[in-house]
C-alpha cells in the first residue's frame, strides 16, 4: 500500500513520486522529452521546503537557461511560496554570483567585468599581433574549449584542444592579461569558482555547509568544467539529483560532455537510477515522428517513451519552393488560424537553426502584422552604441578594463590616437609593477588602473590629444561621483538635472558644433540617470546621432531603451555591477517581456526545455539542418537537435523545406533534410512538391507555373470527401498564387490522379491536378 502522499504529489506519476520523495544516495533521472523531469525537480523543492522542513536558502537548483531558471521558481513557489528563497539559477550566473563573493581567495576584485566574446577576442588581438581576426577568433574559440574542460595552459591534456605550443603560449598570456585586468570571461565564470574551492577547504566546507541540496536540470549538456564544479560543492553529505536526457545532447560544440550523465554513476556511487516512460507533452503521432528520426542514432542508450495524450493530428510536412514561400507560409498558416479562433500567436512557435534565419520571418510579420518575439537573440545587446554605452559603465566599474577603455577612449574622435592609448596602457602596467612606492597607483589605490594612467600622461600631451583626454575623463568621473551619490541627481533625484539635456556637458574644445542636436535622453529612477549622463558627457549618445543620419534616431532609442533597462536596478555601484551581470547574463530579457501574445522565433538550441502547443520546423534542407555537410558524431548531434526541435510541439508539428534558397548572397537549389528520408511515410502529410519518393510522383501535365497550397489543413465543413491521394478534401481553403484565395469545392478521379476543383474569391472556378505542385508555390 503507498505511503500518505501530500495532495500536489497526487498529480505525479508513481516513477515521478518515486523520484521526489527519494533521499539519501546521489539520484540520477535518465528519461526521454517531456517526462516531467523539470517537473519533478520543481516539485522537489518544494516538497523539500514544505514537508520535509528544508530551509530554501539550502538548496541550490542549476539549469540551462536564465528563462528556464526563472520558470523554475514560478512552478515551484506554486506549491510553496518559499521556494522563492532557494538558489535557481544557470551555472554560469551562480558561477558570478559565487566570484563576486569569493573571488578575492583567487586574488579577484569583486568589481569584476564579465567579458563576452567580442571582447575576448578584442583583448587577445592586442596579444598576437599581426594575427589575422580569424586566427585571433579561433585561438578565442579554443580558449574558451579548453576552459569548459577545465584545462590550463600547462595541462599536458590541452593537446587535445590544440597541440600547436604557440597557443598554449598565446592561452597563457591571455590569462596573465586578464589576471592583471581584473576581468573574467565566460568560461572563468565555472573554472575559477572550482579553482577557489580548491585552493580554499574552508571556503569549500562553507558552501557544503550552505547548500544541502543540489539539483541539475539538462545535465546532458554539461561540461567538464561544470562537473567539476558540482564534485567540489558537493561533499560526502550533500544530497545531489541530476536529471537529463542523452538524445537530448545538444551543445557537444560547446564542450557538452554527454559522458557526464553515461557515467554519472561511476563518478557518483551509489547512484540510483529512475526513468520515466510516460510523455506527457505531445501526442502520439509527433512522438512517434521524433522517435523515428532520432532512433538513426548509434549512440543512443534508448530509451522507452509513450505518450499519455494518445492520439492527435498528423504532423504535416510542407515542400516549399524557397524561403520566401516558406515564410509567407508560416504566416498563412498562423494568421489563418489565429483569425480562426483555433489558436493565439502565443501557441505557436516558428524553429530554425540559424539565428540569420529570423530575420526573414522578422520581416513578413511585420509586413503583415503578426506580433512576435525573438528568443534569445543577442541583437539588441550586439549594437554598436549599446556595446559602447556598456564599454563606458564596465569601464566605470573597472578602470582597468583595457578592452572596454580602447573601444571608448577615442570615441567620438577627440585625438587620442592609437600611440597615447598604447603608452596609457603600458603606463598602467608600469604602475602595476611600481609596488606600492605611490607612484602606481591611483587615488584608490587600484592597481593598473586606466584612468589613473591617463592622468599621469596628461602633462605630455599634445594639447588636442590633452584636451580630448580630459573630456572622457570628466565624463567618466562625473558619473562615478553620481554613482556614489555625493553629487547632484543621486539616488533620490528622480529624474533630474543628469537626466535634463540642458545639464552643463562637457563639450567637445572645439566649441559649438555645427549642430546643437543634443540627443534627447532621458533618465529618471535608479541607475538610468547615471547611464544617460554618462552616454551624453562621453559624447556617445552625440556620436551615434550625427554619424548616421537615417539610423540615428533609432540609435538614440536603443541608447534609451537601455537607460530604460537601468532603472530598475538600484543607483550606486552595487546596481551597476548588478546590471552589467544581466546584460551579459541573460540578453534574452528584453525581448521576453512586452508583447503578450506573440509568435516566438527561435533557434532550434534555444528551445531546450520549453514546450509550444504547434510548432513549425523550418529550413529542413541539407546544409541547412543538417548544418553544413556533418558526419558522424556531428550528424548524430544534428540528429538530436531535431529530435529536441519536434518534441515541442504539444498538439501541432509542422514541417517545411524549401527546394531552393539563399545562400552566402546567392540562390542555391537545395537538397531536402537526410532527416526528411529518415520520417517513416506514414507518419506525415506531406503538402507541396515532395522532390523524392516519398509519394508517387508522376509529372503532372497541369500548368506547372502555378501552384497553390492548402492554408488550413482540415475541412471547414464536417464530413468531406478526400482525393484518393489524400492531400486534399472538399472545404480546405486554398491559397493560389494567380488566383488568390479559395476553397475547394470538388473532387473527381482523372486519367492522371485526382482532380481538385476550386472556387476562388473572385468567382472563378479553375480544375487542377492534385500534383500540380510548383515551383512558384504562394
Ligand atoms: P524536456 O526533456 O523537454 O525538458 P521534461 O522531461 O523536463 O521535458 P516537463 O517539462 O517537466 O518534461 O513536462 C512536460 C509537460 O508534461 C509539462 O507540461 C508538465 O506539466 C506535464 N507533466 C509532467 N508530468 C505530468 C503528470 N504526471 N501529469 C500531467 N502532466 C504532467
Ligand atoms: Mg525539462
Given at each position: 500500500?503507498a505511503?500518505?502522499?501530500?495532495?500536489?504529489?497526487?498529480?505525479?506519476?508513481?516513477?515521478?513520486?518515486?523520484?521526489?520523495?527519494?533521499?539519501?544516495?546521489?539520484?540520477?533521472?535518465?528519461?526521454?522529452?517531456?517526462?516531467?523531469?523539470?517537473?519533478?525537480i520543481?516539485?522537489?523543492?518544494?516538497?523539500?521546503?514544505?514537508?520535509?522542513?528544508?530551509?530554501?536558502?539550502?538548496?541550490?537548483?542549476v539549469?540551462?537557461?536564465?528563462?528556464?531558471?526563472?520558470?523554475?521558481?514560478?512552478?515551484a513557489?506554486?506549491?510553496?511560496?518559499?521556494?522563492?528563497?532557494?538558489?535557481?539559477?544557470?551555472?554560469?550566473?551562480?558561477?558570478a554570483?559565487?566570484?563576486?563573493?569569493?573571488?578575492?581567495?583567487?586574488?579577484?576584485?569583486?568589481?569584476?567585468v564579465?567579458?563576452?566574446?567580442?571582447?575576448?577576442?578584442?583583448?587577445?588581438?592586442?596579444?598576437?599581433?599581426?594575427?589575422?581576426?580569424?586566427?585571433?577568433?579561433?585561438?578565442?574559440?579554443?580558449?574558451?574549449?579548453?576552459?569548459?574542460?577545465?584545462?590550463?595552459?600547462?595541462?599536458?591534456?590541452?593537446?587535445?584542444?590544440?597541440?600547436?605550443?604557440?597557443?598554449?603560449?598565446?592561452?597563457?598570456?591571455?590569462?596573465e592579461?586578464?589576471?592583471?585586468?581584473?576581468?573574467?570571461?565566460?568560461?572563468?565564470?565555472?573554472?575559477?569558482?572550482v579553482e577557489a574551492?580548491?585552493?580554499?577547504?574552508?571556503?569549500a566546507?562553507?558552501?557544503?555547509?550552505?547548500?544541502?541540496?543540489?539539483?541539475?536540470?539538462?545535465?546532458?549538456d554539461?561540461?567538464?568544467a561544470?562537473?567539476?564544479?558540482?564534485?567540489?560543492?558537493?561533499?560526502?553529505?550533500?544530497?545531489?539529483?541530476?536529471?537529463?536526457d542523452?538524445?537530448?545532447?545538444?551543445?557537444?560544440?560547446?564542450?557538452?560532455?554527454?559522458?557526464?550523465?553515461?557515467?554519472?554513476?561511476?563518478?557518483?556511487?551509489?547512484?540510483?537510477i529512475?526513468?520515466?516512460?510516460r510523455?506527457?507533452?505531445?501526442?502520439?503521432?509527433?512522438?512517434?515522428?521524433?522517435?523515428?528520426?532520432?532512433?538513426?542514432?548509434?549512440?543512443?542508450?534508448?530509451?522507452?517513451?509513450?505518450?499519455?495524450?494518445?492520439?492527435?493530428?498528423?504532423?504535416?510536412?510542407?515542400?516549399?519552393?524557397?524561403?520566401?514561400?516558406?515564410?509567407a507560409?508560416?504566416?498563412?498558416?498562423?494568421?489563418?488560424?489565429?483569425?480562426?479562433?483555433?489558436?493565439?500567436?502565443?501557441?505557436?512557435?516558428?524553429?530554425?537553426?540559424?539565428?540569420?534565419?529570423?530575420?526573414?520571418?522578422?520581416?513578413e510579420?511585420?509586413r503583415?502584422?503578426?506580433?512576435?518575439?525573438?528568443?534569445?537573440?543577442?541583437?539588441?545587446?550586439?549594437?554598436?552604441e549599446?556595446?559602447?554605452?556598456l564599454?563606458?559603465?564596465?569601464?566605470?566599474?573597472n578602470?582597468?578594463?583595457?578592452v572596454?577603455?580602447?573601444?571608448?577612449v577615442?570615441?567620438?574622435?577627440?585625438?587620442?590616437?592609437?600611440?597615447?592609448?598604447?603608452?596609457?596602457v603600458?603606463?598602467?602596467?608600469?604602475?602595476?609593477?611600481?609596488?606600492?612606492?605611490?607612484?602606481?597607483?591611483?587615488?584608490?589605490?587600484?592597481?593598473?588602473d586606466l584612468?589613473?594612467?591617463?592622468?599621469?600622461?596628461?602633462?605630455?600631451?599634445?594639447?588636442?590629444?590633452?584636451?580630448?583626454?580630459?573630456?572622457?575623463?570628466s565624463?567618466?568621473?562625473?558619473?562615478?561621483?553620481l554613482?556614489?551619490?555625493d553629487?547632484?541627481?543621486?539616488?533620490?533625484?528622480?529624474?533630474?538635472?543628469?537626466?535634463?539635456?540642458?545639464?552643463?556637458?562637457?563639450?567637445?574644445?572645439?566649441?559649438?558644433?555645427?549642430?546643437?542636436?543634443?540627443?534627447?535622453?532621458?533618465?529618471?529612477?535608479?541607475?538610468?540617470?547615471?547611464?544617460?549622463?554618462?552616454?551624453?558627457?562621453?559624447?556617445?549618445?552625440?556620436?551615434?546621432?550625427?554619424?548616421?543620419?537615417i539610423?540615428?534616431?533609432?540609435?538614440?532609442?536603443?541608447?534609451?531603451?537601455?537607460?530604460?533597462?537601468?532603472?530598475?536596478?538600484?543607483a550606486?555601484?552595487?546596481?551597476?555591477?548588478e546590471?552589467?551581470?544581466?546584460?551579459?547574463?541573460?540578453?534574452?530579457?528584453?525581448?521576453?517581456?512586452?508583447?503578450?501574445d506573440?509568435?516566438?522565433l527561435?533557434?532550434?538550441?534555444?528551445?531546450?526545455?520549453?514546450?509550444?502547443?504547434?510548432?513549425?520546423?523550418?529550413?529542413?534542407?541539407?546544409?541547412?539542418?543538417?548544418?553544413d555537410?556533418?558526419?558522424?558524431?556531428?550528424?548524430?548531434?544534428?540528429?538530436?537537435?531535431?529530435?529536441?526541435?519536434a518534441?515541442?510541439?504539444?498538439?501541432?508539428?509542422?514541417?517545411?523545406?524549401?527546394?531552393?534558397?539563399r545562400?552566402?548572397?546567392?540562390?542555391?537549389?537545395?537538397?531536402?533534410?537526410?532527416?526528411l528520408?529518415?520520417?517513416?511515410?506514414?507518419?506525415?502529410?506531406i503538402?507541396?512538391?515532395?522532390?523524392?519518393?516519398?509519394?508517387?510522383?508522376?509529372?503532372?501535365?497541369?500548368?506547372?507555373?502555378?501552384?497553390?497550397?492548402?492554408?488550413?489543413?482540415?475541412?471547414?465543413?464536417?464530413?468531406?470527401?478526400?482525393?484518393?491521394?489524400?492531400?486534399?478534401?472538399?472545404?480546405?481553403r486554398?491559397?493560389h498564387?494567380?488566383?488568390?484565395?479559395g476553397?475547394?469545392?470538388?473532387?473527381r478521379?482523372?486519367?492522371?490522379?485526382?482532380?481538385?476543383?476550386?472556387?476562388f474569391?473572385?468567382?472563378?472556378?479553375?480544375?487542377?491536378?492534385?500534383?500540380?505542385?510548383?515551383?512558384?508555390?504562394?
Open positions: 500500500p505511503a500518505q502522499v501530500p495532495p500536489y504529489l497526487e498529480t505525479l506519476n508513481p516513477e515521478q513520486q518515486e523520484a521526489v520523495l527519494h533521499s539519501g544516495s546521489p539520484l540520477l533521472i535518465l528519461a526521454g522529452a517531456g517526462s516531467g523531469k523539470t517537473r519533478v520543481t516539485t522537489k523543492i518544494a516538497y523539500l521546503i514544505r514537508d520535509r522542513g528544508m530551509d530554501p536558502r539550502s538548496i541550490l537548483a539549469t540551462f537557461t536564465n528563462k528556464a531558471a526563472r520558470e523554475m521558481a514560478d512552478r513557489r506554486i506549491i510553496e511560496p518559499r521556494a522563492g528563497d532557494a538558489m535557481l539559477r544557470t551555472f554560469h550566473s551562480f558561477g554570483w559565487f566570484l563576486r563573493r569569493n573571488g578575492s581567495v583567487l586574488g579577484l576584485n569583486p568589481s569584476f564579465i567579458y563576452d566574446d567580442d571582447d575576448t577576442v578584442s583583448l587577445l588581438a592586442t596579444l598576437m599581433g599581426d594575427s589575422s581576426r580569424a586566427e585571433v577568433k579561433h585561438t578565442a574559440h579554443l580558449i574558451a574549449r579548453a576552459k569548459d574542460y577545465f584545462l590550463n595552459p600547462d595541462d599536458p591534456e590541452l593537446d587535445i584542444i590544440e597541440h600547436r605550443s604557440s597557443f598554449r603560449k598565446t592561452y597563457a598570456r591571455y590569462e592579461r586578464m589576471l592583471q585586468i581584473g576581468n573574467v570571461d565566460f568560461g572563468d565564470l565555472i573554472k575559477k569558482p574551492l580548491r585552493v580554499s577547504p574552508e571556503l566546507q562553507r558552501f557544503r555547509d550552505r547548500f544541502r541540496v543540489i539539483l541539475v536540470d539538462e545535465y546532458q554539461s561540461n567538464v561544470q562537473f567539476e564544479l558540482l564534485k567540489a560543492l558537493c561533499g560526502p553529505e550533500t544530497y545531489v539529483c541530476v536529471v537529463g542523452d538524445d537530448q545532447s545538444i551543445y557537444r560544440f560547446r564542450g557538452a560532455e554527454v559522458r557526464n550523465i553515461l557515467e554519472f554513476p561511476d563518478r557518483f556511487p551509489g547512484t540510483e529512475v526513468r520515466l516512460e510523455n506527457y507533452r505531445s501526442t502520439a503521432p509527433i512522438l512517434d515522428l521524433a522517435s523515428s528520426v532520432v532512433d538513426h542514432n548509434e549512440g543512443r542508450l534508448g530509451k522507452k517513451l509513450r505518450s499519455e495524450r494518445g492520439p492527435g493530428k498528423t504532423p504535416t510536412l510542407a515542400f516549399l519552393p524557397d524561403q520566401d514561400s516558406e515564410v507560409f508560416c504566416a498563412e498558416l498562423i494568421g489563418q488560424s489565429v483569425s480562426g479562433k483555433t489558436s493565439r500567436y502565443s501557441d505557436w512557435a516558428v524553429l530554425y537553426r540559424t539565428n540569420a534565419q529570423s530575420l526573414g520571418f522578422e520581416t510579420f511585420l503583415r502584422r503578426i506580433p512576435y518575439r525573438v528568443v534569445g537573440s543577442l541583437k539588441f545587446y550586439e549594437r554598436e549599446v556595446k559602447d554605452a564599454a563606458l559603465l564596465s569601464f566605470l566599474v578602470p582597468r578594463d583595457e572596454a577603455f580602447r573601444r571608448v577615442n570615441k567620438p574622435a577627440r585625438g587620442v590616437g592609437a600611440a597615447t592609448v598604447d603608452r596609457i603600458l603606463e598602467a602596467s608600469a604602475g602595476m609593477f611600481a609596488g606600492d612606492g605611490g607612484l602606481g597607483l591611483s587615488q584608490d589605490g587600484l592597481e593598473g584612468a589613473a594612467a591617463s592622468r599621469r600622461v596628461l602633462s605630455s600631451l599634445s594639447a588636442k590629444a590633452k584636451a580630448g583626454l580630459e573630456t572622457f575623463l565624463a567618466v568621473e562625473g558619473a562615478r561621483t554613482l556614489s551619490g553629487g547632484p541627481g543621486g539616488e533620490d533625484d528622480g529624474g533630474g538635472s543628469a537626466s535634463d539635456p540642458e545639464s552643463p556637458k562637457t563639450k567637445s574644445k572645439k566649441g559649438g558644433k555645427k549642430k546643437e542636436a543634443a540627443p534627447d535622453l532621458r533618465g529618471g529612477v535608479g541607475l538610468s540617470a547615471c547611464v544617460v549622463r554618462l552616454v551624453q558627457d562621453a559624447g556617445i549618445a552625440e556620436y551615434h546621432l550625427a554619424h548616421d543620419e539610423a540615428g534616431n533609432q540609435r538614440i532609442a536603443n541608447l534609451q531603451e537601455l537607460a530604460n533597462a537601468a532603472s530598475l536596478y538600484p550606486g555601484e552595487e546596481g551597476l555591477l546590471f552589467l551581470e544581466h546584460v551579459e547574463l541573460d540578453r534574452s530579457m528584453e525581448q521576453d517581456e512586452g508583447v503578450d506573440a509568435v516566438t527561435i533557434t532550434l538550441h534555444n528551445t531546450k526545455g520549453l514546450e509550444f502547443p504547434r510548432v513549425i520546423m523550418t529550413g529542413l534542407e541539407q546544409g541547412v539542418f543538417p548544418r555537410d556533418k558526419k558522424g558524431d556531428d550528424l548524430e548531434e544534428e540528429r538530436r537537435l531535431f529530435y529536441v526541435g518534441t515541442r510541439a504539444m498538439d501541432e508539428l509542422y514541417i517545411t523545406s524549401c527546394a531552393q534558397r545562400l552566402f548572397g546567392r540562390t542555391q537549389p537545395t537538397q531536402p533534410s537526410l532527416f528520408h529518415e520520417i517513416t511515410p506514414d507518419a506525415v502529410r503538402i507541396g512538391s515532395c522532390p523524392y519518393g516519398f509519394t508517387p510522383t508522376e509529372q503532372p501535365p497541369a500548368d506547372r507555373s502555378s501552384g497553390m497550397v492548402p492554408n488550413r489543413s482540415g475541412p471547414i465543413n464536417g464530413q468531406a470527401k478526400r482525393s484518393s491521394d489524400g492531400r486534399w478534401q472538399v472545404g480546405d486554398v491559397f498564387d494567380d488566383y488568390g484565395y476553397a475547394v469545392t470538388n473532387i478521379e482523372g486519367d492522371d490522379g485526382p482532380v481538385i476543383q476550386v472556387g474569391e473572385t468567382g472563378r472556378e479553375v480544375r487542377f491536378l492534385s500534383e500540380f505542385q510548383s515551383s512558384r508555390f504562394m
